[in-house]
């Protein structure tokens, strides 16, 4: 993923997201692996609503 789509100027792209930036995290920075919430021919998954109420839609 992160050939195409650079880690840095992702967490950039969604700093104002709230409640919180979806791509770094206190658990995780910005290493979280893109395929525990975005799966290539299947529905797309919160992987921080295991354990948090964040509303995020992810794509």
Known sequence: CIKCHP???LVA???NVKPTNPHTSPHYNADLDCVNCHVGHEPSENYCAQCHNFDFKVP
């Open 13 to 15: 792209s969604t700093k």
């Open 7 to 9: 880690k840095d100027k």
